[in-house]
């Protein structure tokens, strides 16, 4: 069956002249290419907060104060 499609679309497309071709695969062309059918969503980025224990270590650092024992 795809055989014999295959050669109807061969013997009609061989009648076409040179312009009639040039537009055929043109628009055979733009068939081809993937359209896209939505828009892309707009992703905000994600907002990482800092623990307190970064916190801590921040202000540790900044004032170059010794860390005393963890608390449970």
């Not at 061969?10 to 059918?37: D, H, M, N, S, Y």
């Not at 707009?42 to 916190?55: G, Q, S, V």
Request: aromatic share 6%; net charge positive; hydrophobic share 40%.
């Amino acid at each position: 069956m795809l055989t014999v499609q295959t050669n109807i679309a061969l013997q009609l497309v061989g009648t076409l002249t040179q312009e009639e071709l040039t537009v055929f695969v043109k628009e055979f062309e733009k068939l081809q290419k993937p359209v896209a059918i939505c828009k892309p969503k707009k992703i905000k980025p994600r907002t990482i907060y800092p623990t307190f224990d970064d916190c801590m270590k921040y202000v540790r650092n900044l004032h170059g104060i010794q860390a005393q024992g963890k608390l449970a």
